[in-house]
């Protein structure tokens, strides 16, 4: 895989879903952003917000689709056609059923695994070789439950545990960005 450029945080618009389950995502860009002291701005033609960070002296650029998650990829495409960027320079963040909360895993190609904005990106490229980074959030224990699981709040030892994955991935980002994606992988999954 070659050095991300593109960090696409997955997640829903609008001040009734921020802090949910389902925008780990769009926590861990907004975290990312923060750190170095940027904003996002509204960029209509890339259907998101974006803000732009520097990561061992490389421009990486942050993208939040404004679209719902379901529709994330027509704002990912846009945003890889408009910067001139392969797939495989961009890692999406997102919310992970199948990982309890407090780990992160990094994950390059593959199928969606259920993840709607996932499976609409998938959709759009005609492929799935781009970047991962699962945000663990658990499971509710019963697929019926598994709706209003992500599109609520998480308690306040998952919000502790969720925040110290997003630090761990992190740690890991400036070897993905120099494009040793595999070391960045070993060093996250090797337990601590």
């Known amino acids: 895989m070659e050095g991300v450029r593109l960090i696409v945080g997955l997640g829903n618009p609008g001040a009734e879903h921020a ?25 209509a033609k ?20 404004s679209t719902y998650m379901n529709l994330s990829g027509k704002s990912v495409t846009a945003a890889l056609r408009f910067w001139k960027l392969e797939p495989e320079q961009a890692l999406l963040a997102h919310d992970e059923l199948d990982m309890p909360p407090g780990v992160a895993r990094l994950k ?19 492929h799935g070789r781009f970047g991962r980074l699962r945000i ?11 709706t209003g699981w992500v599109l609520g709040r998480p308690n306040a030892d998952d919000e502790i545990l969720i925040g110290r994955a997003i630090d761990e991935a992190l740690d890991v980002l ?7 994606f595999n070391e960045a992988m070993k060093r996250l999954h090797t337990p601590k």
């Open 108 to 126: 390059f190609d593959g199928g969606h695994g259920g993840q709607n904005g996932l499976r609409d990106t998938m959709q759009l490229l005609g």
């Open 136 to 146: 663990g959030i658990g499971h509710p224990g019963h697929k019926d439950k598994v």
């Open 46 to 65: 890339l259907f998101g917000e974006t803000a732009q960070v520097s990561i061992n002296g490389q421009t990486v650029r942050l993208l939040k689709p």
């Open 174 to 180: 400036p070897l993905a960005v120099a494009g040793d």
């Open 19 to 43: 802090r949910t389950r389902h925008n780990a995502g769009f926590r861990f860009v907004d975290t990312l952003a923060a750190a170095q002291g940027q904003r996002f701005s509204v960029d």
